[in-house]
């Protein structure tokens, strides 16, 4: 079946660090991936998407890039800032169909100042 | 934008009460999700429906049922409320297809006391 592991947290980084959380995905076919992200005491908020393989989705300052020959789409990041600091979950979902998406277990960033 | 909104921020209910978890969304998805967030496991897709009066279980049905009598609206019912439905439950929506991702509403604190 299809399933998504990404790293688990907590992760802690200074101000202006380099972030990358990892994500890798099993699926049949050639899925679309998300990065959701969480701040605290709110719903889950779309932050990238890639739709086929090599594409690279970018927001904010994050970008992810859909590697079908690693299956991973790693969240990264040049500069945190605090406000940063929220739940990131990445997810995947058949783009056939009208399929849920699957979600990895989320992992939590602190960024300290 | 679309909008999830869900009626409630926080409740607190009674062992063996019934509850009503209200979501409605305003750009006329076809597809609405219920998850449940709990630490360490992520998000659990509860039901999910692909159209007004269609419902399909999710991984974990057991003790809740739903009701979609219009499409922008989508309630979750918990028959009979027990200490261990104490969560997070966040609504979704999303336009028909997997390349689309989720418009999550900001979810509701529900404790069972």
């Known amino acids: 079946g299809n399933s998504v592991t990404q790293m688990e947290g907590p992760v802690t980084l200074s101000e202006e660090a380099f972030l990358t959380i990892n994500c890798t995905y099993t699926a049949t076919g050639y899925p679309s991936l998300f990065w959701y992200v969480q701040y605290p005491g709110e719903g889950l908020q779309l932050l990238l998407k890639a739709t086929k393989a090599d594409d690279k989705g970018s927001n904010k300052g994050f970008e992810a890039t859909y590697r079908k020959e690693t299956t991973s789409f790693h969240l990264e990041k040049g500069s945190v800032q605090v406000s940063d600091s929220a739940v990131y979950f990445c997810?995947?979902?058949?783009?056939?169909?009208?399929?849920?998406?699957?979600f990895g277990k989320g992992t939590r960033l602190s960024v300290i100042a | 934008d679309v909008k999830v909104t869900q009626s409630s921020r926080y409740l607190v209910k009674r062992t063996g009460e019934k509850v009503f978890l209200e979501c409605v969304q305003d750009m006329d998805h076809e597809n609405m999700f219920w998850y449940r967030q709990d630490p360490g496991l992520g998000l659990r897709l509860i039901y999910f429906s692909y159209d007004v009066k269609m419902k399909e279980k999710g991984d974990i049905p057991e003790g809740y049922s739903v009701s979609r009598e219009k499409k922008e609206r989508f309630s979750l019912i918990l028959e009979s409320a027990s200490t261990n439905q104490t969560s997070m439950y966040l609504c979704?929506?999303?336009?028909?297809?997997?390349?689309?991702?989720?418009?999550f509403g900001s979810g509701t604190r529900l404790t069972v006391v």
């Open positions: 997810a995947l979902s058949r783009n056939s169909g009208n399929t849920p998406l699957v």
């Open positions: 979704a929506s999303r336009v028909g297809g997997g390349k689309n991702g989720y418009t």
